[in-house]
């Protein structure tokens, strides 16, 4: 099955740049969605189709993907962009196809 | 606006089964495939099943045969029925609406809690 690797954590203060990663197999082969999940909320689309936004997600949050990488960047952190960042993509080549997450990043704005 | 409100969560013993619900409002439900996404607590997000506008599903190979996620178009509202269940099925479980070709996930609900101990 597909395996899609993120960093466990990454910290990065205000107003500076967060870029979070998301390791697969030819990655940029697929389209990659990120989400942000706070504590004890549902997760929210950040970034679909690579590098594309949902309307109201701030211009700050931009993708992209290329080779085996993924990279959500964040720019001009704040204090409020901490939360806990997942890939994702549709895997269609195995057995059972469907959707796979990275296993999470935890940002800290320090 | 979209909602999506999840329920049926609760204790269940292991073994025992348990259906979810998920109610859909504020967009033409026939026309989007819904998935399930499960988190235990302190862990990362698991896919849990996906159902498309024709009925077709997908499930990964830690619930095949288990689980079993329906629609009814009729009444709004997506299902997952989930049978024999074990100790690690015990999560936080979304429903979540796809936005597009390619799996995205753009509307999610606040979650039910499963919790299977006996």
């Known amino acids: 099955s597909y395996v899609l690797t993120q960093p466990p954590s990454v910290s990065v203060a205000p107003g500076q740049t967060a870029r979070i990663t998301c390791g697969g197999n030819?990655?940029?082969?697929?389209?990659v969605h990120w989400y942000q999940q706070k504590p004890g909320q549902a997760p929210v689309l950040v970034v679909y189709?690579?590098?594309d936004r949902p309307s109201g997600i701030p211009e700050r949050f931009s993708g992209s993907n290329s080779g085996n990488t993924a990279t959500l960047t964040i720019s001009r952190v704040e204090a409020g962009d901490e939360a806990d960042y997942y890939c994702?993509?549709?895997?269609?080549?195995?057995?059972?196809?469907?959707?796979?997450f990275g296993g999470g990043t935890k940002l800290t704005v320090l | 606006e979209v909602q999506l409100v999840e329920s049926g969560g609760g204790l269940v013993q292991p073994g025992g089964s348990l259906r979810l619900s998920c109610a859909a409002s504020?967009?033409?439900?026939?026309?989007?495939?819904m998935h399930w996404v499960r988190q235990a607590t302190g862990k990362g997000l698991e896919w849990v099943s996906a159902?498309?506008?024709?009925?077709?599903?997908y499930y990964p190979g830690s619930v095949k045969g288990r689980f079993t996620i329906s629609r009814e178009n009729a009444k709004n509202s997506l299902y997952l029925q989930m049978n024999s269940l074990r100790a690690g099925d015990t999560a936080v479980y979304y429903c979540?609406?796809?936005?597009?070709?390619?799996?995205?996930?753009?509307?999610w609900g606040q979650g039910t809690l499963v919790t299977v101990s006996s």
């Open positions: 994702q993509v549709w895997d269609s080549s195995s057995d059972h196809p469907g959707v796979v």
């Open positions: 030819n990655i940029g082969s697929k389209s």
């Open positions: 504020g967009f033409t439900f026939s026309s989007y495939d």
């Open positions: 189709d690579d590098s």
């Open positions: 159902i498309g506008t024709a009925g077709d599903t």
């Open positions: 979540a609406r796809e936005q597009g070709e390619t799996g995205e996930l753009d509307y």
